[in-house]
């Protein structure tokens, strides 16, 4: 089908406005309208044969649209750009982009970023619509520039409560209200002296980062301090988690399987090579488990998902896995050949014994399967008396196979 039956209008603040006559008139040309409230009130007044309001959960509206494909005539009403941060990508899963006919409105960012005088290239923008506003932590580098899309009001007050707590209280923020429309407000103030009250809903938060004593900014490359996880010594340490992470090789898109998450430090860590990535943290020890999703809010990765059980048992209805990590002192029978089974093909399983029955396990495993046999060994400069000395940890033994 060529037919471009589905209209996107993109409105913006200025409501119908700023849409051309022959936008109007394509609109009051479908069959059926689909829109939130506040746009179906807009158009009220237009004498549409049939108006249809988004529906919760929005899928449900998503598949009515594609049920009318080669039906009837559609127009979709969306906010701004519809293919930033809006409806057009996600009806573009179903509906292929030469039936859709697109017409854009200039996105909140775009006016955000023309508000401040920045380049829209050069800033981080962010979504923190409807999604936790921990997601900013990854991007509190020194001298960033973010646009973030609140969900409410209520929105910059919190994302400001955030960063004050995390050290980052000097930052900049500018409140950009209601944009391109005739109630369009813009307010400064910083994360620390935060007091603006009755934001509007339709914001946009503009951070400019500034770093306070003691600001706790994640480091670009693999290998945290251990002390910036919560845990109970169930821990990849901080020179071993960097090697395992790259004998895992995260790529785009990818989901990897924490077998004996611990705290979650290897799962953690995956999630911020890039913001397309995702892990599944298996963990069987209850009192683990809460402190696993609080490290993976404190770092910025959210939605961690986390699975409470115990290996092979807990890998059952699991996304099939890209990676696979599996570490501590030992695991029980059947846990490795569930891995072998459940990855992907071209997936890779990287294993860390700290125990001689597990490492005996691995060397099997490696003369079996092959793969690469590593053996870490991290020493670390101590105090011994008035003088210094190497104090080794236990040495590690990594297999890393590709399936």
Do not use: Y
Request: hydrophobic share 45%.
């Amino acid at each position: 089908m060529n037919e471009r039956w589905l209209t996107i209008v993109g409105i913006g603040e200025d409501g119908l406005d700023g849409l051309t006559d022959l936008t109007k008139a394509r609109i009051a040309d479908a069959e059926v309208v689909f829109g939130g409230q506040r746009h179906l009130e807009m158009i009220a007044g237009m004498n549409l044969a049939e108006q249809r309001r988004w529906q919760s959960p929005i899928e449900i509206s998503v598949e009515e649209v594609a049920r009318l494909r080669g039906r009837k005539k559609v127009c979709v009403l969306a906010s701004g750009d519809p293919f930033h941060f809006g409806i057009g990508a996600t009806l573009a899963r179903l509906i292929p982009g030469r039936e859709m006919r697109v017409i854009t409105s200039p996105s909140a960012f775009s006016l955000a970023a023309a508000r401040m005088g920045w380049a829209l290239q050069e800033v981080t923008v962010l979504s923190l619509h409807g999604r936790p506003i921990e997601l900013v932590r990854r991007h509190l580098h020194e001298g960033r520039k973010i646009l973030a899309l609140t969900s409410d009001g209520e929105g910059p007050a919190e994302i400001a409560a955030l960063l004050d707590e995390a050290g980052f209280g000097p930052s900049g923020l500018t409140v950009l209200e209601a944009l391109g429309g005739p109630r369009e407000r813009v307010r400064d103030t910083t994360a620390a002296d935060f007091d603006l009250e009755g934001v509007s809903p339709l914001n946009v938060l503009a951070i400019t980062v500034r770093a306070g004593a003691g600001a706790r900014m994640l480091p670009l490359t693999p290998g945290l301090p251990d002390d910036w996880f919560d845990h109970d010594g169930q821990i990849t340490k901080r020179e071993v988690r960097a090697l395992t992470l790259a004998a895992l090789a995260p790529r785009r898109g990818e989901t990897l399987w924490d077998i004996g998450a611990g705290s979650g430090s290897v799962a953690i860590e995956w999630m911020l090579m890039d913001p397309s990535l995702a892990a599944i943290a298996i963990e069987h020890v209850p009192e683990r488990i809460d402190r696993i999703a609080e490290n993976a809010a404190q770092l910025g990765v959210p939605g961690l998902t986390i699975r409470r059980g115990k290996a092979p048992e807990a890998l059952d209805t699991l996304p099939a896995p890209d990676a696979i990590f599996i570490g501590g002192g030992g695991i029980d029978d059947g846990v490795v050949d569930a891995a072998i089974e459940a990855l992907k093909p071209g997936g890779r399983l990287v294993a860390n014994a700290v125990t001689l029955e597990m490492e005996a396990l691995l060397v099997l495993l490696q003369q079996q399967m092959g793969g690469s046999l590593t053996r870490l060994q991290i020493a670390r400069a101590e105090t011994l008396g008035t003088m210094s000395g190497w104090r080794p940890a236990m040495p590690i033994t990594q297999w890393a196979w590709t399936k």
